[in-house]
């Protein structure tokens, strides 16, 4: 009885953490995503406005007229794509990693240096190859540098994850006369779901945020949200209703993506019976 | 334990297959699944790192296209420019703080979610909005909040202190480390929380319930049991949240320009300010170079150092 | 005999007459033709040889690309059938692309838009085209002539060779809050306390003055005597003109040392802090938009900035869709128009238009600038609902549809034109961002509490590294020309 009891108090405070840790995290959101329903005046009203006078959509409304918003598109097709090349060949290469250790240490070091090379020192070098190969503002120079760029991180991440699961299964399988391929698509791959699917999201991240390369590597052809959301800060001038109504715009996919797929994070009891 | 080097080792001493009795037959296999990967890195990798090493000897700069060799020109340079070393000294100062605590917070809360609560789903994607938050955008919001005027952490402050407080965040010297630092934890303690979580989620329960049996104390579980099990995924979060808080830049930008006059300034900025405003091609290459020496160098003595505490 | 004699004098005279009439008559049409046509020219001209060509042109992102995107450019294709493809860069970022693109030379931009006081780096370097041969085959000098005087001076030409047409008349006015300077109370109790009458300062002493006086009395209503925008880039630019307005100068001509740091420097980095404390707390922060808030808000009594204020604060079309950014004027006819103390503005920042140098198109890019940069669609241009682009040349000052826009709208662009006789060149050497950088951290150092003598000894020998470094006579040579302009300091 006492330890029920406990226990239920041991549950409410953990939710009320949550729920004030939670709140904390989002107010800063909040604010942001508040002022795309603000007028100038009550963005810049003092003292500050917590609440907008009225909730009207008319920011969003026009991002989608004038065109703004098909560059959060674009960024999700680069970065969604990006995301895709990237996590496939690195986790490939994790596995051979992980479980031979292919290259011993001097290949895992290398591949970890690259992400230790400077962005602002390479953007112009890489111009370069790019004009050369005629790649400059088109989607496929974005999407094939983005995977290039998370290409050590998905692959030391995945390493990571993939060592955190014993091989017995795997071996099981392979007695069972799996081939190495059906063992890494329906052994191994199923067990790291919640790392795939964590490593995944800032893949994604990584190049949705990126910046820097976007703005030299494209002219007027492909347009990223990044970018397009500095236009919006201006030497003498400032958007801020498009800029949050874009954040907003911005998070709101990959913010139901992962809602909707946030199970795959934390694994269910069952994978306790999986044992060496 | 695996004492080899280079590999982390799984959570029991046999997950890293020894190479000598498979080797040979699956060696296809293993290049096949390494191979496009490195193709990719090559492609992209190569030329821009042979490019700085050339230019790095050379003296380009705004107005100068000089592509004579100045031998070590611009390494001598790197060597007494004063502001190059302090921002790299800013830089390590950010990382010091934001690392740990990132760190430590993640865990936390990924330990206070690991066990089921009400509305789990609902928090856990919540608490990813930060990171997906362009850190340009993130900057400049928290610019504004932090703003003596226009922004409600004074108001707030202002509440819990009882009297009204005009704190200038991103101009005195003593506040604007802590408000980057605030900025900075605030977007990327998700990012620890996340993996985190997924780690912890594949510890092994039955041992965790054999232990709670058992009577151990949680500081005793955490520490024989969860511990080990998620320290791969520990060790490479910290290596790459690291790695990137080396390059942090936008955070800083929009919130003090590296300012008060270069306080702030981190490397990233530095290398922005001299390579993509004032054009010294050449030095920046030199100090890029040095950047890449330095990291590694760090990177590989701290891996080394983690396998021999293993 | 003699009736004969006067009969052909008389046609004598009348022929005489005749020529010369039609002589005048056909002088004053070419010349009325060419004088309206240089825009007509560049488009009869681009005509000829556009056949559904695309010219990309670099310009600033946000409210200033509105104009070629939805008025400039689609009427240039209407006219020509050239289309204009226009590369939206954010300001931050203008320079960088342009010098990278030409670096690589990729040939990607055709026209420009350049600050100019970039135009002795991207000249050094090579990035920009010498429009003097297009100018003389199309016959655009005439036109140029009659952009005003401190910005074709001092923004067209870099060592004697024009390298861009200046296209906006960013100067910093001085805006204040008439029925405010005009109420009876503060006037009787401002003349008892001073002893001069209480009106727009004609010097920073008098603005120190009236600044605090307003403060003390109007706190009440919340109401400050003045602010400015105090963010480092925009208090740099103020430095710049307060510092040689009080009769200081950047360098010694001679040796080319830095004398910034001179009692003048001091003291006006001094000044600039103490006015902190009659101004709204937190002012160190105002960038361009929160001072336009609390402007335009009613809550402050003076400030310095652009000339968009001009029209933000007339509440100037504030319906425009473009506009909606901008806070509602509640000062809307209340607002005066000064030049600041000095009686010398900055000719903060501004743009020229240019051709770059590895374009491929450079006949098509220089018609463009051409039809752009002529009175005929310059005034149209600037008083575009959404523009940002200022009145720079003499007929705009003048320009009658402009003048009724809103009432007070005649005494703003008499204001604009006299700025734009006594207007202060922004400091423009061989890597101008150098200098500029060592200003805007030692503003940021003043407003962190610093000592200002330290902080400009510390920006002198900035100042005077990066000369070193750029090479002493190199840069004298540079700064003698840029010297030598009539907007580089103040006429004694």
């Known amino acids: 009885m006492k330890i029920r009891a406990r226990r239920r108090l041991a549950l409410v405070l953990r939710t009320g953490a949550a729920v004030a840790l939670t709140l904390a995290f989002l107010f800063p959101i909040y604010w942001l995503f508040m002022i795309s329903f603000k007028t100038p005046d009550e963005i810049f009203a003092y003292p500050p406005k917590w609440w907008p006078g009225q909730i009207n959509f008319a920011n969003y409304a026009v991002l989608f007229k004038d065109g703004d918003a098909t560059t959060v598109w674009n960024s999700l097709v680069i970065a969604g794509v990006s995301t895709l090349v990237s996590m496939f060949l690195g986790s490939l290469a994790a596995y051979s990693l992980a479980r031979f250790r292919t290259g011993g240490e001097h290949l895992a070091n290398w591949i970890i240096s690259q992400r230790m090379v400077p962005p602002i020192a390479i953007v112009f070098p890489i111009f370069l190859l790019y004009v050369w190969l005629g790649w400059v503002d088109t989607y496929v120079g974005l999407i094939l540098l983005y995977s290039a760029f998370n290409l050590p991180y998905v692959i030391w991440m995945m390493r990571g994850f993939i060592l955190d699961i014993p091989p017995a299964l795997e071996e099981a399988a392979l007695v069972d006369g799996y081939t190495r391929w059906q063992v890494l698509w329906k052994v191994v791959f199923p067990m790291c779901r919640a790392g795939l699917f964590a490593t995944a999201i800032f893949t994604f991240v990584f190049a949705w945020n990126e910046f820097l390369f976007a703005l030299v590597l494209t002219r007027t052809e492909v347009a990223t949200y990044t970018v397009q959301v500095t236009h919006y800060f201006g030497g003498q001038s400032n958007f801020w209703a498009k800029i949050s109504a874009m954040s907003v715009l911005g998070t709101l996919p990959v913010f139901v993506v992962v809602a909707f797929m946030q199970r795959y994070l934390v694994r269910g009891i069952s994978l306790g019976a999986v044992k060496g | ?310 | 005999m003699f009736q004969a004699q006067s009969r052909r004098s008389a046609g004598e005279a009348l022929r005489r007459t005749l020529v010369a009439a039609l002589t005048v008559s056909s002088l004053a049409w070419a010349t009325a033709a060419s004088a309206q046509s240089a825009a007509q020219r560049a488009v009869d001209a681009a005509k000829k040889s556009c056949a559904g060509k695309t010219i990309t042109i670099v310009w600033e992102a946000g409210l200033q690309s509105l104009d070629p995107l939805n008025f400039s450019g689609p009427k240039w294709e209407q006219l020509t059938g050239c289309k204009v493809k226009v590369v939206e860069v954010p300001t931050a970022e203008m320079f960088t692309k342009i010098m990278q693109e030409y670096r690589a030379g990729t040939g990607a931009y055709d026209a420009l838009n350049v600050v100019p006081a970039w135009m002795p780096d991207l000249v050094q370097a090579g990035a920009l085209e010498n429009l003097d041969p297009y100018v003389d085959k199309n016959g655009f000098r005439a036109e140029l002539q009659k952009i005003a005087p401190t910005y074709r001076d001092n923004q067209m030409m870099v060592n004697g060779k024009i390298y861009g047409f200046p296209d906006d008349g960013d100067v910093f006015l001085f805006y204040y809050r008439k029925d405010i300077f005009a109420r009876p109370d503060l006037q009787k109790a401002f003349k008892a306390k001073y002893n001069y009458d209480l009106a727009p300062p004609k010097t920073w002493k008098q603005f120190d003055e009236i600044g605090s006086f307003l403060t003390e009395t109007l706190k009440s209503e919340g109401i400050y005597g003045a602010s400015f925008f105090r963010e480092p880039p925009y208090a740099m630019l103020m430095f710049q003109e307060r510092f040689r307005v009080e009769g200081g100068r950047f360098f010694d001509p001679q040796s080319m040392k830095a004398t910034v740091n001179s009692p003048v420097g001091v003291r006006v980095l001094t000044e600039m802090r103490n006015e902190n404390r009659f101004m709204p707390p937190g002012v160190e922060k105002f960038g361009f938009v929160e001072n336009l808030a609390v402007f335009l808000d009613g809550k402050s009594a003076m400030t310095i900035s652009w000339p968009p204020y001009g029209r933000f604060a007339a509440g100037y079309l504030s319906e425009e869709k473009a506009l909606s950014w901008v806070p509602k004027s509640k000062i809307a006819g209340k607002v005066g128009y000064a030049l600041p103390p000095g009686g010398h503005p900055e000719l903060a920042l501004g743009f020229a238009l240019s051709v770059a140098s590895s374009s491929k198109q450079k006949d098509l890019a220089y018609l463009f600038i051409q039809w752009l940069n002529s009175e005929e669609i310059s005034s149209q241009r600037v008083q575009l609902p959404y523009a940002l682009r200022d009145p720079f040349r003499d007929s705009h000052y003048t320009n009658k549809d402009y003048m009724a826009k809103w009432p007070d709208a005649k005494d703003y662009l008499a204001a604009l034109g006299q700025a734009a006789q006594t207007g202060l060149l922004d400091l423009s050497l061989i890597q101008t961002d150098k200098y500029d950088e060592a200003l805007r951290q030692g503003i940021s150092k003043l407003w962190a509490g610093g000592d200002p003598k330290a902080i400009l000894d510390d920006v002198a020998k900035q100042w005077d590294d990066t000369t070193q470094r750029v090479g002493v006579d190199k840069q004298k040579a540079v700064y003698s020309a840029w010297a030598a302009k009539s907007g580089a300091y103040p006429k004694k």
Do not use: C
């Open chain 2, 1 to 310: 334990m695996s004492q080899r080097p280079g590999a982390l080792a799984g959570s029991d001493g046999a997950a890293v297959a020894p190479p000598t009795r498979r080797g040979v037959r699956t060696r296809g296999f293993r290049l096949a699944l390494v191979a496009p990967a490195i193709f990719v890195l090559l492609l992209v990798g190569v030329f821009p790192l042979v490019y700085l090493i050339v230019v790095s000897f050379q003296n380009i700069t705004m107005t100068d296209v000089d592509t004579g060799f100045q031998g070590l020109l611009n390494y001598r340079l790197l060597a007494t420019d004063g502001r190059l070393w302090e921002a790299l000294l800013h830089t390590l100062i950010f990382i010091a703080i934001a690392l740990p605590v990132e760190l430590i917070f993640g865990l936390a809360m990924a330990q206070l979610f690991i066990e089921r609560i009400p509305g789990r789903a609902v928090f856990v994607a919540l608490l990813v909005l930060p990171v997906l938050v362009s850190p340009i955008v993130a900057g400049a919001n928290w610019s504004l909040m932090f703003d003596n005027r226009f922004g409600p952490i004074n108001q707030i402050i202002g509440w819990l202190a009882g009297q009204e407080t005009a704190l200038l965040w991103t101009i005195r010297p003593t506040l604007v480390y802590p408000a980057i630092l605030v900025a900075e934890i605030w977007q990327w303690t998700p990012f620890m929380f996340l993996l985190l979580l997924a780690a912890l989620s594949g510890v092994d329960r039955s041992q965790l319930e054999a232990a709670a049996i058992d009577g151990a104390s949680w500081w005793r579980t955490f520490r024989k049991i969860v511990l080990p099990a998620i320290w791969p995924v520990i060790a490479v979060a910290v290596l790459i949240r690291g790695l990137d808080l080396f390059r942090l830049f936008d955070i800083v930008w929009a919130l003090t320009r590296g300012g008060p006059g270069t306080m702030t300034e981190t490397i990233s900025i530095f290398t922005y300010v001299k390579g993509f405003q004032q054009f010294e091609t050449s030095y920046t290459a030199a100090v890029a170079l040095l950047i890449i020496v330095l990291l590694s160098a760090a990177v590989f003595w701290a891996l080394k150092r983690v396998e021999l505490a293993r």
